[in-house]
């Protein structure tokens, strides 16, 4: 089937069958790369995109439902929460081998758009579906909690 | 795999030393000038503007890399560290070896211990032939010149480096640079240099082996043989042909497995499902893991080899039959799988004299001769080109180079005419074999009356990862696999009479190095057993260590032994804890680094919650501080995540476990904070990637015990009556 999504505030014409997951869709056909291929079940998050705002995993999110939905990827994601929480990684040296951390990223901004002063538990409860092999788990938390900070300006 | 590096002197700041230090390198050879251009040396490229970039003879998963060689090179020239670019070096044998394996790899911890002083002789000759030419444009003594930020002062006169490329070109770098005097360290050490790899790793512009896109590109995923060392016999497409964006299927020669291509990796993988193969299962593993574990627990009755040097089961036998009470404990240990957040992948595609390989590329020597061996070429007519590796743990590096191998004959079953990207799905990973071997353990601890310990029998039972492998000759001797045995045969607590036994498990499923290979077993069974062995005798667990480590005038016992006290105090050790809570400790040396930790748990109504790790090392010179303490953060979280829960087993040679869900890792709610602390040492620098891991399985495992009572001999701990929270 042919398709337009909207990625990044930018209509792309697609062609593929239902059931295809926007995520080869992406990284595939669209060649935004930053979105990664972890696990395809949704039990690692490192596929992390924005649906009008909101984290999905776009390993599990199918084509034919996005008609008309605003799509973001890292490549994409911008605004006061985006810039804080790459400035708290960057300040922090959060990655490792970085290859979960577009998904981490996404789904922290996720979480600070949605509470803006989080507690420990809060980042845990809410980052939990994402793994990092690396185990970068602390310096995430402690960057979620600088990035609330730069955000309060 | 133990590899030392010479320490004495390390740091006295003269070339001579490290020239010593270093097998095979010699400074005249490797840093002769080339042609008129920016390459300064196979190291160093300076551009006309001024720009510097380092070449990585190693790769990035994750460690560090990137960072911690450019530091070394960037001190050498002060440079700006923010400008500094950097490259990954082709494949090289001559040019870019791992010093401590005589070709060009990354693994054992090794990539700062091989590279500091090539690395910096490089930086420094670089500098020297750039401030000799900038001092004969100036007329001024190479002396009066200063270097900062990359910028050349003398005087009025200014330049940046990129100036004076192509005058320093035509001179003949020092044979013997000079290096900077630690005292003047500006980088090295330096605990807010940012890494290198941050920028694109938080924008999505980092490019991973997956992220490579070539023009015409098809993309691969493999149908494998359910179980391990089944061949392939046939195959029927079925509706494969249907599915948009299929392009082709193809037998591999090698009998692995069906080749499927698609326009994108989801129509690989779609074709895949559709299509359904024969295997011929008559030299497979068809085994069940009751059965290995059974099979490995009865081959401890009888060791096939002696590990420990000079002792014998006679000896260690003599002192057990005298002792006043034996402490007694059997450990079994699971196939664990690597499971890198990238999956495992490779591209191949065609260049105007062979091919070219794409990949997070961690033994170069063994990918470049391999791959041109399938496809009928030169080693020479194959090129590598090293992009990041979405994490490895070994995983990466393996002796068949076997994803690379895949991708091999998945390009040429399609006549070499597209590039060919072959994908590893998880579930294809999980499947795939190279785990971290079964190992059986038994361990016997002699105690005297007064609570010493008089002897030591321990037993092990493991496949081997090294032998029928390039690697035989290096680890294993009288056949005795170092791997299987290493950090206990040579462990370095004083036990009178100790001997370790060793037998080899054998299986047609390939078995690899995980992160800090052996040690990932050895330190759990070691410091448990002498934890219960303190237990037993009344012993407080720090001072039965520290006492097994007294000896001052050995090195090893020493270093150690400082970081068991710096973490004893680090975590309050002698402050007693409340009821229902427990502190373990456990030490471990292993890649020439020193470890101790202390995990702090909490008995939360019968279900464990790991309040606190703390960690102490000495890896020699801390290059980079932040480095090191993010490596031990996470070898801690690897470490402590397989040991809660993880484990691959098998049915009738099939791998049980499919995806994450049935392979947990560790998530950001299992474990609470990690404090690492480096000791001051002027040091050898020393691995850092693996020596995280080993103790703090066991850490935990005795924190528990301490808890709650119960002791975990098995694992995974939530298989043995362990719930976390």
């Not at chain 2, 401030?131 to 330049?159: E, F, M, N, Y």
């Not at chain 2, 035509?170 to 005097?181: G, H, I, N, R, S």
């Not at chain 2, 930790?597 to 090392?617: F, K, P, Y």
């Not at chain 2, 015990?705 to 098995?714: D, E, L």
């Amino acid at each position: 089937m042919s398709l337009t999504l909207k990625i990044n505030g930018e209509d792309r014409q697609i062609t593929a069958d239902p059931g295809t997951p926007l995520l080869w869709v992406v990284r595939d056909e669209l060649n935004l790369t930053g979105t990664k291929f972890g696990c395809g079940v949704a039990s690692c998050g490192a596929c992390t995109v924005h649906v009008d705002g909101e984290p999905v995993r776009s390993c599990q999110t199918f084509v034919e439902d996005l008609e008309g939905a605003e799509i973001t990827t890292i490549e994409g994601v911008n605004g006061s929460v985006a810039a804080a929480v790459q400035a708290a990684w960057r300040e922090l040296d959060v990655v490792q081998c970085g290859y979960c951390q577009s998904g981490q990223i996404m789904q922290a901004v996720g979480l600070l758009s949605e509470t803006p002063r989080p507690t420990d538990d809060d980042i845990d409860s809410y980052m939990a579906g994402n793994v990092c092999r690396c185990a970068t788990y602390q310096r995430i938390r402690a960057a979620i909690h600088m990035a609330a900070e730069k955000m309060e300006g | 795999m133990t590899i030392e590096t010479s320490r004495r002197g390390f740091l006295t700041g003269v070339a001579a030393t490290g020239a010593a230090l270093l097998v095979g390198f010699t400074p005249k050879g490797v840093l002769a000038a080339g042609p008129a251009n920016a390459q300064l040396n196979p190291f160093v490229k300076v551009a006309a503007d001024g720009t510097l970039t380092v070449i990585l003879k190693h790769f990035e998963m994750g460690q560090g890399t990137t960072t911690g060689l450019t530091t070394l090179i960037a001190e050498e020239m002060d440079a700006d560290w923010a400008t500094v670019q950097i490259e990954f070096a082709p494949a090289n044998d001559a040019l870019y070896a791992n010093l401590l394996f005589g070709s060009q790899g990354t693994g054992g911890s090794t990539a700062m211990a091989n590279s500091f002083m090539q690395y910096r002789q490089a930086g420094a000759a670089a500098r020297a032939v750039l401030v000799q030419a900038a001092a004969q444009a100036w007329g001024v003594a190479p002396a009066d010149i200063t270097v900062d930020k990359g910028i050349l002062r003398a005087g009025d006169h200014s330049a940046h480096y990129g100036t004076f490329v192509d005058a320093a070109a035509d001179l003949t770098p020092p044979a013997e640079p000079v290096l900077k005097d630690p005292a003047a360290f500006k980088l090295i050490g330096n605990a807010t240099l940012p890494r290198k790899d941050s920028v694109g790793k938080t924008d999505g512009t980092a490019i991973f082996a997956m992220d490579v896109r070539l023009p015409d590109m098809v993309y691969a995923v493999l149908l494998r043989s359910p179980k391990f060392g089944g061949k392939l016999t046939g195959f029927t497409l079925g509706e494969a042909a249907g599915v948009q964006g299929f392009v082709d299927a193809k037998a591999l020669d090698n009998g692995a497995g069906v080749a499927v291509y698609g326009t994108t990796t989801w129509a690989a993988i779609q074709a895949r499902d559709a299509i359904t193969a024969e295997w011929d299962f008559s030299a497979s593993e068809t085994r069940s893991t009751p059965q290995i574990e059974a099979g490995h627990i009865a081959l401890l009755d009888a060791p096939q080899y002696e590990a420990a040097a000079g002792v014998t089961r006679a000896d260690s036998g003599a002192a057990l039959e005298a002792a006043a009470q034996v402490v007694e404990a059997e450990f079994l240990f699971p196939n664990l799988a690597h499971a890198p957040m990238e999956p495992l992948n490779c591209t191949i595609a065609a260049t105007e004299t062979g091919v070219r390989v794409y990949d997070g590329c961690q033994f170069p020597a063994l990918t470049k001769p391999t791959v041109a061996g399938i496809l009928g070429l030169d080693p020479e007519q194959v090129e590598i080109e090293t992009v990041y590796a979405g994490g490895s743990f070994g995983r990466r590096a393996n002796t068949v180079t076997d994803y690379n191998r895949e991708a091999a004959f998945a390009y040429a079953a399609l006549g070499g005419t597209r590039p060919v990207k072959l994908v590893w799905t998880r579930e294809d990973d999980l499947a795939g074999g190279f785990f971290r071997p079964v190992a059986a353990h038994r361990a016997r601890i002699g105690l005297d009356g007064d609570g010493n310990i008089t002897g030591w029998d321990h037993r092990i039972a493991a496949q081997s990862i090294m032998k029928g492998t390039p690697f035989e000759a290096f680890t294993v001797h009288d056949g005795v696999d170092h791997t299987s045995t290493e950090g206990l045969a040579d462990n370095l607590y004083a036990i009178p009479a100790m001997s370790v036994g060793l037998s080899d498990w054998t299986s047609p499923m390939p078995v690899l190095w995980w992160r800090s290979v052996g040690h990932s077993h050895t330190a759990y069974a070691k410091e448990v057993a002498l934890d219960m062995a303190a237990k037993a005798a009344g012993r407080d667990p720090v001072a039965l260590r520290r006492e097994l480590l007294a000896d001052d005038s050995n090195t090893d016992q020493r270093r150690l032994r400082g970081v068991l006290e710096l973490v004893a105090e680090k975590s309050g050790w002698d402050t007693p804890l409340p009821a229902g809570r427990g502190r373990g400790v456990a030490v471990h040396k292993s890649f020439g680094s020193y470890v101790a930790q202390v995990v702090e748990v909490s008995d939360i109504d019968g279900a464990i919650r790991i309040d606190r790790v703390v960690c102490a090392v000495d890896c020699g010179v801390a290059v980079n501080p932040d480095v090191i303490k993010a490596q031990m953060e996470g070898g801690i979280g690897f470490g402590i995540g397989h040991v809660m829960r993880d484990k691959i087993t098998m049915t009738e040679g099939v791998v049980d476990q499919a995806n994450f869900p049935d392979f947990e890792p560790l998530r950001m709610p299992d474990i609470g904070v990690i404090e690492v602390h480096i000791v001051p040492s002027t040091e050898a620098p020393t691995g850092v990637g693996e020596p995280g891991t080993p103790p703090a399985g066991p850490a935990l495992a005795n924190a528990i015990a301490a808890a709650t009572g119960k002791r975990i001999t098995k694992l995974p701990m939530t298989d043995h009556g362990i719930e976390f929270v």
